[in-house]
C-alpha cells in the first residue's frame, strides 16, 4: 500500500531532512511514526501527499509511483489531519466537513447525508451540522478534523501530531475512539506522534526516527522486548522497559521453558486461572541454577490483547531484588511448591 526506496530529503542548505528511508506497509495498518523534535516526521508526511517531493528515491502509493501522479488528484485520495486543525470559522461543521466531497462535486443532498453519518461515527448528533467551530470545544473540533479527513474515503490518511495540542483526557479519549475507528473503518494510517505511549498504544507497527533516520521498525511488542540500541531504550524509557522486559521474559520462560511449573496447565489462560483460584499475585523468579534472583509482583487484569493471552493477562508492576527486600526472604516460608524457575507465593502481607 504504501513504500518508500531510499527516500531522502534535503532542504535549502543542504542538510538532510529525511536520510536514506526504507519501508513497505500493507493496508489497512496502523503506522506509527515516532521520533524527537526535527527528525523528519512533518517532512516524511509531506512527501506522501506530495506537498514536497524526495531530492532522491521513489514512493510508490498501491504499487504506483507517487511522482508520476498528479499531485492534486493523488491528494483527494489521502486524507490529512495536522495539529492546527484549521477548520473554517465562516463556515459550519457540516460545510467544514465535507470540504473534499464539494471539491469533488458530490451533489448537496449526498454531502448532508455524509456529513450526518461522519458525525454519528464519533457519537456527535445532527445538531452539531449547523454549528460553526467556535461553538464545540477543543476535542470536538479535532474530532471534525478527523472527519473531514474521512469524508471523500480515502484509502490512507495521514496524521501528524492530531491530538497533540489536546488535555490529556481528551486526548486519551480520542486515541481510544479513533484506534477503534480505524479497526472498524480498515484504513491505512500513518500517524506521527514524538509521544511513546501514544505510539504503543496505537501502532501495529511504529518506524522509530532519528535525525532522518530509520532507528527500528516493528510492532510495540516487538521494539520493547528488544530495543536496536540506546537511543530507543532511552526513548522507551527506563521504567516502561524495566515492565515489559521483565514481562517478556516471564511470560516467555513460563509458557515456552515451564508450562508445567503451574499443576501441568499448558496454555498461558489456565495459568492465569490457577494463579487467580489460588489468589497468587507474586511470582519468585530464579535462574537455570535455581538461585533466588528476585520477585515480581502481578497484577492480572481482564484485557485480552491479540499479542499474547499471557502478556495481557498478567501485568507486572514490580521488580525486587532479592537481598535488598526482606519481605522477599520473609516470603520464601511460604512458597507454594509449584516448579523450579517460577514459583508463584501465596503472600498476603506482599
Ligand atoms: P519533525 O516533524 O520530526 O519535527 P520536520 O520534518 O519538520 O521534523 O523537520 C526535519 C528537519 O528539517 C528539521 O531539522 C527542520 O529544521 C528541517 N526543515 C523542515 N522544514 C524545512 C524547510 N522548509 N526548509 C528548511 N529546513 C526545513
Ligand atoms: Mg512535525
Not at 459550519?92 to 461515527?121: D, F, G, S, Y
Not at 502481578?298 to 490483547?305: D, T, V
Not at 499471557?310 to 514490580?318: E, G, M, N, R, S
Amino acid at each position: 500500500m504504501l513504500t518508500f526506496e531510499n527516500v531522502s530529503k534535503v532542504y535549502k542548505g543542504g542538510t538532510y531532512a529525511v536520510k536514506n528511508l526504507s519501508f513497505a506497509f500493507e493496508k489497512g495498518e496502523f503506522i506509527v511514526f515516532i521520533g524527537p523534535s526535527g527528525c523528519g516526521k512533518t517532512t516524511t508526511m509531506k512527501m506522501i501527499n506530495r506537498l514536497i517531493d524526495p531530492t532522491e528515491g521513489v514512493i510508490s502509493i498501491d504499487g504506483k509511483d507517487a511522482s508520476s501522479q498528479d499531485a492534486v488528484k493523488l491528494r483527494r485520495d489521502i486524507g490529512y489531519v495536522i495539529q492546527q486543525i484549521g477548520l473554517f470559522p465562516h463556515m459550519t461543521i457540516q460545510e467544514n466537513v465535507t470540504l473534499v466531497p464539494k471539491l469533488m462535486n458530490w451533489p448537496k443532498e449526498k454531502r448532508r447525508e455524509r456529513a450526518k453519518e461522519l458525525l454519528e461515527l464519533v457519537d456527535m448528533g445532527e445538531e452539531y451540522l449547523a454549528r460553526y467551530p467556535n461553538e464545540l470545544s477543543g476535542g470536538q473540533q479535532q474530532r471534525i478534523g478527523v472527519l473531514r479527513a474521512l469524508a471523500a474515503n480515502p484509502p490512507l490518511i495521514l496524521m501528524d501530531e492530531p491530538f497533540g495540542a489536546l488535555d490529556p483526557i481528551t486526548r486519551d479519549t480520542l486515541q481510544d475512539e479513533f484506534k477503534r475507528l480505524q479497526q472498524r473503518l480498515n484504513k491505512t494510517i500513518v500517524f506521527v506522534t514524538h509521544d511513546m505511549d501514544e505510539a504503543l498504544k496505537l501502532a501495529d507497527r511504529m518506524v522509530i526516527l532519528r535525525d532522518g533516520e530509520l532507528v527500528q521498525l516493528g510492532t510495540p511488542d516487538e521494539i520493547l522486548a528488544s530495543p536496536a540500541n540506546e537511543f530507543v531504550e532511552e526513548f522507551i524509557g527506563k521504567d516502561r522497559l524495566l515492565q515489559s522486559r521483565a514481562t517478556v521474559q516471564t511470560v516467555e520462560q513460563l509458557m515456552i521453558e515451564n508450562p508445567i511449573t503451574i499443576e501441568e496447565k499448558q496454555t498461558a489462560s489456565e495459568a492465569v486461572q490457577i494463579m487467580r483460584d489460588k489468589r497468587v499475585d507474586s511470582l519468585l523468579v530464579t535462574d537455570e541454577k535455581g538461585v533466588l534472583k528476585g520477585y515480581v509482583d502481578i497484577e492480572i487484569i481482564e484485557a485480552n490483547r491479540k499479542t499474547s493471552e499471557l502478556i495481557a493477562d498478567i501485568h507486572l508492576t514490580k521488580l525486587h531484588t532479592v537481598n535488598k527486600d526482606a519481605r522477599v526472604r520473609n516470603s520464601v516460608s511460604r512458597i507454594l511448591k509449584l516448579g523450579t524457575s517460577y514459583v508463584p507465593v501465596v503472600d498476603d502481607e506482599v
